[in-house]
């Protein structure tokens, strides 16, 4: 591949989860993969993967919840790679609680984690969009923007805004040749996954295992989602073959959205 045609990739919130997994998937394929983190040692470990050892890569520490934080993200990547051709927005779920636990401090934390990383990564992030191959933005959201979840208050209302964001940037960004999409992952194995179990857990006086089996019975492939089969979901989307498709939302969910 020519070098102008070289494929970078920025993951935001890469060092665990569903983040570290698209970010080694890519590097794995073969490009050039920037991932960010908030938490050294965190940051230092998921360097440390097999699948960034024999290819270009960085590790960027920052607080994507503050403009500053995003900012010197997307800026640190494009100086170690001289160009930026997808990013990939994703900066973790809002805590879980219903309307009546969240004051305005918590709405305005959900506010900056979930919608303003989006807003500002990609305002940065697009002057070195506009010159990429393919140039791509992919965003993380969840599968609450189709069917909201008990005790999610914050995910329900955000993430929707988020996918509002990312619809009317397709349109926008679709005449510079630039897509804009979202993947929304269900249930998922992650460490988030675990918690959200032990919160609804605590708030109906059952355990985490109860509420593992009782979400798994609703999935109609019967069992938890992998980080990989998100990460495919998103390297699709990355790539030339998803070239005419923006403007959407994929669902990961093992058909549980079309389920309810």
Known sequence: MAATQRRTALVLGGTSGLGLAIATAMADEGWATAIVGHQQERLHTAAAHKAFRHRPSTAILADLDTDIGCKSAVDTAVAAFGGLDVLIVNNGGPPPGDFADLDGAAWQRGVDRTLLSAVRAI???????????????????SITTIRPRPRLTLSNALRRAVEGLARSLAVELA??????????????????????????AKAKGTTAAQERAETIAQIPLGRLCTPAEVAAAVLWLASPAADAVTGQTLAVDGGWSASG
Do not use: M, W, Y
């Not at 305002?123 to 959201?141: E, N, Q, Y």
């Not at 992952?185 to 996954?193: H, I, K, Q, V, Y």
């Open 175 to 200: 005449p510079q040749g630039i897509t804009v999409n979202c993947v929304a992952p269900g249930f998922t194995a992650t460490e988030r996954l675990e918690h959200l179990f032990a919160d609804a």
């Open 123 to 141: 305002d940065a992030a697009l002057p070195s969009l506009r010159k990429g191959f393919h140039p791509r933005i992919v965003l993380l959201t």
